[in-house]
């Protein structure tokens, strides 16, 4: 009771509670009392969440902070929150870019600023929620619940084709989220009382959508089930990370949504993809997900191949790091689905990463935009010298982001294609092409933009990156050379929950470590008949 | 006898105080709009303490007037539901009518006669008495469709709407003989008793089949959908309002008690037939709402749409299929009902609000009623935290449940896309500002803002706290079958 079984409560709820403050209290034309309490709100969402990176025991339960209350009983839905390693650095890492996001709109946004707030908060609520949803309905009206404000915070706040943007990002990721609910739903009868009508028996337990519970039930779940609910889980997932191909909305969002939006869009959002794959789709559908990989690690292999070949085409920096992050997440899912702990370990130390460093990137385009509203490359060019503070820090931003030793986006790269190598040489040497290509991109872009002479006389006058601005991007760089130098402390917190993981989906591996298995990739298509469609009846 | 007219109470109180009302219009004076609306409501809030009154007392098992009228728990649902639905739609009523200057006595008491015929129909057990209580709802509703005598619209929803909801009644009549004259019986649990005895031959089949057209007529689905547009537009909005709950729960409910209870026997014969109305039904009402620049129009689809969702439930023809029906029109009723609100908000002499565009930039100057008016859009939608996501997960449980995954996922990308139109809305309002915004002033309407205001209250309660009001209709099930 008290403090620890509500402290996930606390956290989750608080921006809402600021959000409603702000509603009622605060009038339109208080712009800097909302501001203050928008900043106030979401920098002690960070600080209650601090202790959780402190307070969780690597050595414990799996679930930590549990709290669990009635909510639906006669469907055996309930309301329940708890978190292992890997949500505690997902949570952690929203409340960091939530607090980032709004302190660094205080200039950008000029109008309608009290909608802009509220909507940042209750996004926030949104997010948190589901990496703490332990409950696949709750889990699922947080997943949906916060597609609403960032469809506003794109299609108000937005760019030039808004409207177009809004409206793609919300029915793209609907229609892949709403299957996901039809898979759902066939996991929660299999698991009471089956699907009567094409001879499905259930196991006869007891209905519920408690996701631990279902985990347990995980290796009885037939072939044909597991096939069809992952591939309708897949495309929730796939399109919300996105996977190649179903990547085309992140570019049109990114491009026309404000600078925060752009940050929690690229740092968190994106992740919930992921996060939902090894939380949802590894531990439940483990023969599912070996018969996968092929799939999975030729998308995420296209993705990372592909991301970074686009990215270095752009002409428009946002467009640049919009693409960046495709590759980015291609080596996530890389990681992920390497299935082994270096490959997972890395793959949640990269989904870290690259919320640190695109965000970064994100809100240091925000901050020239805002001087010269223009993004182009070819608009900039020798600006490291009228702004040297701030070439400075896209420097480091941009070193992170290509993975260069000393800095985060390293270890997560490193241990990522270790995980690989392990499975296959071929997989690691396609991936580390796209280290390659991300120090291509980045660089000739950062080239472009800060060095050689300034050609452009609006350019010469540019004022160099203020406190506030500098600010907003230290707290992201001290992260980003911490993991660099010392990525210890999150490997630890993150390895009991990846090793839960292998141990489902492929003991295996654990069981022989010293000789790690050659390259497995299973020859045969999982899409092998299963042998009974839903489609049937 | 006593306990006969005992149980038909609530109906009784209706009758009586629909013909004072009537009586009531033609006395006249200065303020007759507001004693015949208060005195409506009133009518309306009695029927609701008379059926509270009488259910508590009657055994939910037995039957009266012969085994023709039943008081069970499914009919007492039902008929709160209803008259939920009239109540609001009426308060939704009171600002226009005084706007419009049409006389409201005729008015409030063909709506309640309406009322009365739905819940007669709620409790029907005998297909005659169903199809009388089903009658007197359409006539009463064809006159109210064509209520605004000068408008021409209104002419031709009233005339389009009598002349087709005539011929479905026929074709329902015809289906319904036929059916009598295979089983020799009326009374739905003899029926029951008499198919599960085995025998169908085919013109039992034909009289069923009849029987689903006229159904699927009544409850609007595809291909039997045409005349809804049309109608909805015309008449006037609060009647579109009432028309899209009232009415289409009422033929939900002797769809429900008539197929699972009556021909449940015959349930594989119906299933497919009704399983692929509803497919088509989804499909259709959804694509066709995306291109509709008119709001009545849109939502007249869209309540084609979601008729087809509910039909899920009957498809499933399990118990959670029929208490997800009966939850689905519970939050179908208030979703709708606040939206057409929102509508009837915005109608004025000057300003019709009828157009999607009418809609822009109303968040700005009217931010409580367009929120209101985004939580419809989303209950409509079925995003959570709103009523319409739980309604529809109840839905989609119930058919994955009975095996109808390819039906689920079809009405779970349909919702996908109808989450297209309702965002027109919803785009407009928010999304669209400056010089191209030029929303209206709205004229005080106090009763339609009450009623937004409930109904997004209930959306939302509903939405995060489903658990006793899925009970609810749960708790209504004793089975049909032979009941």
């Known amino acids: 009771m008290g403090f620890f079984t509500n402290l996930l409560n606390v956290i989750c709820y608080l921006p809402l509670v600021g959000a409603l403050l702000i509603i009622f209290v605060l009038k339109r034309e208080q712009s800097r009392a909302i501001k203050t309490v928008a900043t106030v709100v979401a920098g002690l969402d960070f600080a209650v969440s601090i202790p959780l990176w402190f307070l969780y025991d690597p050595a414990g339960p799996q679930f930590q902070f549990a709290y669990k209350h009635d909510w639906i009983p006669s469907v055996g839905s309930s309301y329940y929150f708890g978190v292992d390693g890997i949500s505690v650095l997902l949570i952690l890492l929203t409340t960091l870019l939530g607090f980032i996001s709004v302190y660094s709109s205080f200039t950008a946004i000029t109008h309608r600023e009290k909608e802009y707030y509220v909507f940042l908060l209750v996004l926030q609520t949104g997010m948190l929620g589901v990496f703490m949803s332990l409950d696949f309905i709750l889990f699922y009206v947080f997943w949906e619940v916060m597609l609403v404000p960032m469809y506003f915070l794109i299609g108000v706040w937005g760019g030039p084709r808004k409207l177009y943007a809004a409206i793609k990002f919300f029915l793209y990721t609907l229609v892949g989220s709403v299957l996901m609910l039809v898979g759902i739903l066939a996991l929660y009868f299999y698991n009471s009382t089956g699907l009567a009508a094409i001879g499905l028996k259930g196991l006869g337990n007891a209905p519920t959508f408690d996701v631990t519970h279902l985990f347990t039930i995980a290796p009885q779940i037939p072939h044909g089930l597991q096939f069809w609910v992952f591939l309708a889980f897949f495309v929730g997932f796939a399109i919300k990370v996105p996977m190649f191909p179903f990547h085309t909305w992140l570019p049109d969002a990114h491009v026309e949504a404000p600078t925060a939006g752009s940050v929690i869009l690229a740092g968190v959002l994106l992740k919930m993809g992921t996060y939902g794959f090894i939380r949802f789709s590894l531990p439940l559908l483990p023969n599912a997900t070996r018969e996968a990989v092929p799939w999975m690690i030729a998308l995420a292999l296209i993705g990372i191949i592909y991301g970074a070949l686009v990215a270095m085409a752009q002409k428009d920096v946002k467009k640049l790091v919009a693409y960046s992050s495709v590759s980015h997440l291609g080596f996530v899912m890389l990681g992920m689905f390497a299935l082994n702990p270096q490959g997972l370990s890395g793959s949640v130390l990269q989904m870290i990463n690259h919320g640190l460093s695109t965000g970064g990137l994100f809100l240091l385009v925000g901050i020239l935009y805002e001087r010269r509203h223009t993004r182009m490359i070819s608009d900039y060019g020798g600006i490291a010298k009228v702004m040297p503070v701030y070439a400075m820090l896209f420097m480091i931003i941009t070193m992170a982001s290509i993975g260069l030793p000393t800095l985060n986006g390293f270890i997560g790269e490193f241990t990522i294609l270790i995980g690989a190598f392990d499975r296959s040489t071929l997989w690691a040497v396609l991936g580390a092409t796209g280290i390659v290509l991300g120090a291509a991109y980045m660089l000739w872009m950062y080239q472009r933009v800060f060095f050689g002479e300034i050609t452009i006389e609006e350019n010469k006058h540019l004022k160099d990156a203020n406190l506030r601005e500098q600010w907003t991007l230290i707290p992201l760089i001290v992260l980003c050379f911490w993991i660099g130098l010392y990525p210890k402390p999150f490997f630890r917190i993150l390895e009991p929950a990846v090793t839960r993981i292998v141990q489902t989906v492929d003991a295996s591996y654990l069981q022989a470590p010293a000789a790690p298995a050659p390259a497995t990739a299973p020859a045969h298509a999982p899409a092998s008949a299963p042998a009974h469609g839903p489609a049937a009846h | ?483």
């Open chain 2, 1 to 483: 006898m006593g306990a006969d007219l005992f149980a038909l109470l609530p109906e009784l109180v209706l009758a009586l105080l629909a013909m004072a009302v009537l009586l009531g219009g033609l006395a006249g004076g200065r303020n007759r709009h507001a004693v015949l609306g208060a005195a409506a409501l009133a009518g309306l809030a009695l029927t609701a303490v008379a059926l509270a009154w009488v259910a508590g007392q009657v055994d939910p098992a037995s039957r009266f007037f012969f085994g023709m009228f039943a008081l069970d728990r499914f009919a007492v649902f039902f008929k709160a539901l209803f008259l939920l639905g009239t109540a609001l739609a009426l308060a939704l009523s009171l600002a226009y009518l005084e706007r419009w200057k049409v006389s409201p006595g005729e008015y409030h008491s063909l709506v309640m006669f309406a009322t009365l015929g739905m819940l007669i129909m709620a409790s029907g057990t005998n297909l005659a008495v169903i199809y009388v209580g089903l009658e007197l709802m359409a006539l009463s509703t064809y006159v109210l469709a064509g209520y605004f005598r000068r408008e021409v619209k209104s002419h031709e929803a009233a005339t389009k709407y009598f002349v087709l909801g005539a011929l479905s009644s026929g074709i329902l009549l015809y289906g319904l003989s036929l059916v009598y004259g295979t089983t020799g019986t009326l009374d739905l649990a003899t029926l029951a008793a008499r198919l599960g005895a085995g025998g169908r031959g085919t013109p039992l089949l034909v009289g069923v089949s009849l029987m689903t057209c006229g159904f699927l007529f009544k409850v609007a689905a595809v291909p039997f959908h045409v005349w809804t547009p049309d109608v909805y537009e015309g008449a006037p909005t609060p009647i579109t309002a009432f028309m899209s709950v009232g009415p289409k729960a009422a033929a939900f409910a002797i769809f429900l008690r008539v197929y699972l209870g009556g021909l449940g026997p015959l349930i594989d014969d119906w299933r497919w037939l009704v399983g692929g109305a509803a497919a088509l039904t989804m499909i259709w009402g959804n694509v066709a709402a995306l291109t509709q620049d008119n709001v009545k129009r849109m939502l007249a689809y869209s309540s084609i749409a979601h008729a087809g969702y509910a039909l899920l439930g009957l498809v499933a023809g399990t118990d959670a299929g029929l208490s997800s029906v009966m939850f689905y029109l519970l939050v179908y009723t208030i979703t709708n009902l606040g939206a057409f609100g929102f509508v009837i908000l915005l109608e004025s002499r000057e300003f019709a609000g009828e157009t999607v565009s009418d809609y822009a930039g109303l968040a700005r100057r009217h931010p409580l009623a367009a929120f209101g008016m985004l939580l419809f859009m989303l209950s409509l939608g079925g995003i959570p935290p709103t009523a319409g996501f739980m309604g529809k997960l109840y839905l989609f449980a119930a058919a994955v449940q009975a095996g109808y995954v390819w039906l689920v996922v079809l009405a779970v990308l349909m919702s996908a896309v109808s989450l297209y139109y309702y965002f027109r809305i919803v785009l407009q309002m928010y999304l669209r500002d400056g010089a191209e915004a030029q929303p209206a002033e709205l004229v005080a309407a106090p009763w339609t803002e009450r009623v937004i205001f409930a109904c997004g209250v209930a959306v939302l309660v509903i939405g995060v706290y489903p658990g006793p009001f899925g009970q609810l209709a749960r708790a209504t099930i004793a089975r049909l079958a032979g009941s």
